[in-house]
Protein backbone atom coordinates (compact mmCIF):
# COMPACT_ATOMS: atom_id res chain seq x y z
CA UNK A 1 0.00 0.00 0.00
CA UNK A 2 1.63 3.37 -0.80
CA UNK A 3 1.76 6.21 1.61
CA UNK A 4 -0.86 8.82 2.47
CA UNK A 5 -0.65 11.88 -0.04
CA UNK A 6 -1.59 15.29 2.16
CA UNK A 7 -3.56 18.05 0.76
CA UNK A 8 -2.27 20.45 -1.63
CA UNK A 9 -4.88 22.63 -3.02
CA UNK A 10 -5.44 24.93 0.31
CA UNK A 11 -7.44 28.10 -1.64
CA UNK A 12 -9.45 25.62 -3.37
CA UNK A 13 -12.46 28.26 -4.36
CA UNK A 14 -9.80 30.33 -6.32
CA UNK A 15 -8.07 27.46 -7.88
CA UNK A 16 -11.75 25.88 -8.99
CA UNK A 17 -12.75 23.54 -6.90
CA UNK A 18 -8.96 21.77 -6.85
CA UNK A 19 -9.47 20.81 -2.91
CA UNK A 20 -8.79 16.73 -4.25
CA UNK A 21 -5.46 16.94 -5.24
CA UNK A 22 -2.91 16.03 -3.66
CA UNK A 23 0.76 16.18 -3.38
CA UNK A 24 3.45 13.66 -2.14
CA UNK A 25 5.67 15.41 1.32
CA UNK A 26 8.72 16.09 -1.12
CA UNK A 27 6.67 17.62 -4.11
CA UNK A 28 4.83 19.86 -1.54
CA UNK A 29 7.83 21.04 -0.01
CA UNK A 30 9.49 21.78 -3.28
CA UNK A 31 5.94 23.39 -4.61
CA UNK A 32 5.19 26.08 -1.54
CA UNK A 33 2.27 23.61 -0.72
CA UNK A 34 -0.61 25.69 -2.83
CA UNK A 35 -0.89 25.27 -6.29
CA UNK A 36 -1.42 28.68 -8.15
CA UNK A 37 -4.65 29.07 -9.62
CA UNK A 38 -4.98 28.22 -13.33
CA UNK A 39 -2.20 25.56 -12.75
CA UNK A 40 -4.94 22.45 -12.90
CA UNK A 41 -6.47 24.18 -16.16
CA UNK A 42 -2.94 24.45 -17.90
CA UNK A 43 -2.78 20.47 -17.04
CA UNK A 44 -5.49 19.32 -18.48
CA UNK A 45 -5.29 21.51 -21.62
CA UNK A 46 -1.63 20.22 -22.16
CA UNK A 47 -2.88 16.45 -21.08
CA UNK A 48 -5.61 17.02 -23.96
CA UNK A 49 -3.16 18.47 -26.11
CA UNK A 50 -0.66 15.65 -26.19
CA UNK A 51 -3.15 12.69 -25.86
CA UNK A 52 -5.86 13.97 -27.77
CA UNK A 53 -9.51 13.26 -26.87
CA UNK A 54 -9.81 11.31 -23.03
CA UNK A 55 -12.18 10.75 -20.59
CA UNK A 56 -11.99 12.39 -17.26
CA UNK A 57 -10.46 9.49 -15.72
CA UNK A 58 -7.56 9.18 -18.20
CA UNK A 59 -6.59 12.85 -17.72
CA UNK A 60 -6.25 12.49 -14.05
CA UNK A 61 -4.49 9.36 -14.31
CA UNK A 62 -2.20 11.15 -17.07
CA UNK A 63 -1.72 14.04 -14.83
CA UNK A 64 -0.49 11.95 -12.22
CA UNK A 65 2.06 9.98 -14.45
CA UNK A 66 3.76 12.81 -15.75
CA UNK A 67 4.05 14.36 -12.25
CA UNK A 68 5.60 10.89 -11.58
CA UNK A 69 2.79 10.99 -8.77
CA UNK A 70 3.59 13.69 -7.05
CA UNK A 71 -0.11 14.79 -7.50
CA UNK A 72 -3.26 12.79 -6.77
CA UNK A 73 -6.64 14.11 -8.22
CA UNK A 74 -9.69 12.58 -7.37
CA UNK A 75 -13.11 13.25 -9.39
CA UNK A 76 -13.62 16.09 -6.82
CA UNK A 77 -11.02 18.10 -8.67
CA UNK A 78 -10.99 16.86 -12.09
CA UNK A 79 -14.29 17.51 -13.18
CA UNK A 80 -15.07 20.99 -11.86
CA UNK A 81 -11.94 21.83 -13.67
CA UNK A 82 -13.58 19.99 -16.98
CA UNK A 83 -16.98 21.73 -16.38
CA UNK A 84 -14.87 25.22 -15.73
CA UNK A 85 -13.16 24.49 -18.80
CA UNK A 86 -16.20 23.92 -21.14
CA UNK A 87 -17.93 26.78 -19.65
CA UNK A 88 -14.83 28.92 -20.86
CA UNK A 89 -15.30 27.00 -24.43
CA UNK A 90 -11.38 25.47 -24.12
CA UNK A 91 -12.65 22.19 -24.28
CA UNK A 92 -15.74 20.16 -25.60
CA UNK A 93 -17.08 16.86 -24.65
CA UNK A 94 -18.89 14.21 -26.62
CA UNK A 95 -20.35 10.67 -25.24
CA UNK A 96 -18.57 7.91 -26.27
CA UNK A 97 -17.67 4.50 -24.69
CA UNK A 98 -14.08 3.90 -22.79
CA UNK A 99 -11.59 0.92 -23.25
CA UNK A 100 -14.02 -1.08 -20.64
CA UNK A 101 -17.25 -0.76 -22.02
CA UNK A 102 -19.06 1.70 -20.25
CA UNK A 103 -20.22 5.20 -21.41
CA UNK A 104 -18.01 7.90 -20.76
CA UNK A 105 -17.67 11.93 -21.89
CA UNK A 106 -14.18 12.34 -23.86
CA UNK A 107 -12.85 15.57 -24.05
CA UNK A 108 -10.81 17.67 -26.32
CA UNK A 109 -9.70 20.76 -26.64
CA UNK A 110 -11.43 23.46 -28.77
CA UNK A 111 -9.29 25.91 -31.19
CA UNK A 112 -9.85 28.52 -28.34
CA UNK A 113 -8.47 26.23 -26.34
CA UNK A 114 -5.57 25.66 -28.06
CA UNK A 115 -5.29 28.96 -28.29
CA UNK A 116 -5.44 29.79 -24.58
CA UNK A 117 -2.28 27.02 -23.78
CA UNK A 118 0.07 29.11 -25.72
CA UNK A 119 -1.55 32.40 -23.09
CA UNK A 120 -0.76 30.16 -20.48
CA UNK A 121 2.41 28.41 -21.27
CA UNK A 122 3.40 32.01 -22.08
CA UNK A 123 2.69 33.54 -18.48
CA UNK A 124 4.01 30.45 -16.81
CA UNK A 125 6.99 31.12 -18.21
CA UNK A 126 7.20 34.57 -16.92
CA UNK A 127 6.19 33.71 -13.57
CA UNK A 128 9.39 31.04 -14.00
CA UNK A 129 11.50 33.50 -15.36
CA UNK A 130 10.88 35.70 -12.88
CA UNK A 131 11.31 33.18 -9.78
CA UNK A 132 14.67 32.18 -11.22
CA UNK A 133 15.58 35.42 -10.71
CA UNK A 134 14.48 35.59 -7.26
CA UNK A 135 15.81 32.16 -6.42
CA UNK A 136 19.48 33.34 -8.40
CA UNK A 137 19.71 36.38 -6.38
CA UNK A 138 22.61 36.79 -3.99
CA UNK A 139 22.30 36.81 -0.31
CA UNK A 140 22.24 40.85 0.86
CA UNK A 141 19.98 41.67 -0.98
CA UNK A 142 22.58 42.87 -4.00
CA UNK A 143 20.69 42.42 -7.57
Known amino acids: MGAEKPEVFHAAARAGGAEGARMAPAAQAAAGAPMLQGTLDL ?5 LETMGPQHGYGIARRIEQTS ?45 GKAQIEKETESWERVAATMARFLAAPAGGEP
Open 68 to 112: ENALSLNQGTIYPALLRLRQRGWIRAEWGTSDNGRRARFYSLTRT
Open 43 to 47: MVLKT
